[in-house]
């Protein structure tokens, strides 16, 4: 878990929640809300063990000691910028690529 919070994968969840709750109703807002922070929880969890089946305990401490420095620092503190921008230019692609993919279909 300190990990995922010093990476700033959770930077990357709260961008996606905002837009989310953006398509909800306002009056429904505060309700969604409780129940999306609900799954976070397991969302963690399933991540944790990601984790750890990919990298050893020295791999994961050896991240934990890069997010801890002040490169990593601004790395992880940047994350959610970082992950709107790529979004956005994901989705500039994609659309570009649909227009490709008609053109063969």
């Given at each position: 878990?300190k990990?995922?919070?010093?990476?700033?994968?959770?930077?990357?969840i709260?961008?996606?929640?905002?837009?989310?709750?953006?398509?909800?109703?306002?009056?429904?807002?505060?309700?969604?809300l409780?129940?999306?922070?609900?799954?976070?929880?397991?969302?963690?969890?399933?991540?944790?063990d990601?984790?750890?089946?990919?990298?050893?305990?020295?791999?994961?401490?050896?991240?934990?000691?890069?997010?801890?420095?002040?490169?990593?620092?601004?790395?992880?503190?940047?994350?959610?910028?970082?992950?709107?921008?790529?979004m956005?230019?994901?989705?500039?692609?994609?659309?570009?690529?649909?227009?490709?993919?008609?053109?063969?279909?």
């Amino acid at each position: 878990m300190k990990l995922i919070t010093l990476s700033g994968s959770d930077l990357s969840i709260k961008v996606a929640k905002d837009q989310v709750i953006q398509m909800i109703p306002t009056a429904k807002q505060a309700d969604f809300l409780k129940e999306f922070d609900a799954t976070l929880p397991a969302l963690y969890d399933s991540m944790a063990d990601i984790y750890i089946d990919m990298y050893t305990e020295k791999d994961i401490n050896d991240m934990i000691a890069f997010y801890e420095s002040p490169v990593g620092k601004k790395m992880s503190g940047n994350m959610g910028v970082f992950t709107q921008k790529i979004m956005a230019a994901s989705q500039t692609w994609g659309a570009g690529l649909q227009t490709l993919m008609s053109k063969y279909m």
